[in-house]
């Protein structure tokens, strides 16, 4: 058993805070949001991600294993031996990383490190561009502990796969378990934290430095994403010839070296992630004077499907001053999560065309409200789909492909799908994406 502690305490620092005390560990997350911070020491989880409530129940709170704690305070961190930076790694205007608020919480660390005599581990869990563990974050640890890496404390670079809405899943099955360190203590410490997951799961381990493990995260996201854009653009070329994409992304995904995953062609990806981090990557690129010209079409394909999504329904209905539904809001079934959904291109695009949206999603709605307060949001798929003069479907929640007579209610039945949720039925006019 190890004591850790996990700064930032977000989709990804709650999950691994949660799944780490499961395995056997005593964990505190650390956190600036007070109400996080409440919320878990009630034994509640603070996002909504499949699992994590139970977990967190069984591990804070009253009545728990009392395994997991958390604090708004840095203090906690010196009754550990080793500090996971879980931290929003978001993008400047130019896409390029903003480094600011890891290195606001490296310099906090540093400075409460200092008390401590005692070794030290640093893992930086945040997805950093290559280069930033070993040149801007050791650097400020070691300024504010007046310590060195390596000598007084360790640092390593552990990049997380989990996906939204099967975090506590994609966490406890990896399918491998990257451990990036510049020193044999740090990468020591990184197994004694991970050896009761790599035993559980027996996810095959992959052992290197820091700058290695933070591109083998870039890498990963962006060939995801790129294979998604493949296939939307291929299947933009179906739907162009009157083919369905899924029938030849079924017969694609027979060749091994192709794969089924992630063949799913529609109105392209969005989340907290895929966006952020190829942008980031193909600005460091850029910055390295290469041009990342796959990379740069792979995201420009992802930017058109909305328009198209929009344009399918043009052909079919004038939407403006006419009522139009809008089916998902969240970047994907399973979460409350908007970030770059693409729900927001198509409210946008909506908007400009002058429609009266009414949206629905099961729960990311108190989300998308603070992004769009002024659009009408619905409990139920239902009462959006009546009276509207068209529907457009951006997420593939179970609420929504189980719909059926539902569409009988539209004033006009045209349903625009982007992620081939709904069956072709009579009674409506349907076009699919790429299909
Ligand atoms: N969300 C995912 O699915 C996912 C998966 C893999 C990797 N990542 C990466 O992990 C990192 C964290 O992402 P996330 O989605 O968990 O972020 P998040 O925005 O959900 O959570 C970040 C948390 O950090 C807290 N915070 C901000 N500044 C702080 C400070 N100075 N001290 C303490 N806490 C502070 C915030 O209050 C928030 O609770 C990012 O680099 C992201 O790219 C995310
Ligand atoms: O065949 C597919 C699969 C996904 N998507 C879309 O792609 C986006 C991302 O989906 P997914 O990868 O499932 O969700 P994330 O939670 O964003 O997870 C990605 O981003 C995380 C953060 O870096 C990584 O940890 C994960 O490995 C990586 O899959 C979503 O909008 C999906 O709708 C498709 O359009 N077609």
Known sequence: ??????????????????????????????????????TINDGSAPIHEDGLAE??????????????????????????????????????GDGSIDLSIME???????????????????????TVVPGSTEEDITPILESA???????????????????????????????????????DRALEDMYSV??????????????TDTRTAEMIKYANNSFLASKISLINDIGNICKEFGIDAYE????IALDD????????SGVGWGGSCFPKDTAAIRAAARNKDYEPAMLDAATEVNNRQPDRLLSLMDNHVDVAGKQVAVLGL????????IRNSRAIPVIEGLQARGAEIVAYDPVAIENMRERFPDIEYVDTPATALSEAAAALVVTDWEEITALDDEFDAMSTPVVVDGRRAIDRRDGIVYEGLTW
């Open 1 to 38: 058993m190890t004591r850790l502690s996990v700064i930032g305490s977000g989709y990804v620092g709650t999950t691994i805070a949660a799944c780490f005390a499961d395995l056997g560990h005593g964990v505190i997350n650390v956190d600036i949001d007070q109400e996080i911070v409440d």
């Open 55 to 92: 977990l967190v129940a069984e591990h804070a709170g009253p009545n728990s294993t009392g395994r997991l704690e958390a604090t708004t305070d840095y203090e906690a961190v010196l009754d550990t031996d080793v500090t996971f930076l879980c931290l929003p790694t978001p993008q400047n």
């Open 104 to 126: 606001a919480a490296a310099d906090q660390l540093g400075a409460t490190l200092a008390a401590k005599d005692a070794w030290h581990t640093v893992i930086v869990k945040s």
């Open 145 to 183: 502990s007046d310590d060195t890496a390596g000598d007084e404390f360790g640092v390593g670079m552990n990049p997380e796969f989990l996906r939204e809405g099967t975090a506590v899943r994609d966490f406890l099955n990896p399918d491998k378990v990257v451990l990036g360190a510049d020193d």
């Open 194 to 207: 991970f050896d009761p997951l790599i035993d559980q799961s027996d996810a095959p381990v992959v052992e």
């Open 248 to 251: 030849v992304a079924d017969a």
């Open 257 to 264: 070296r192709i794969g089924e995953q992630f063949l799913r």
């Open 330 to 337: 969240a970047f994907k079934p399973g979460t409350d999560d």
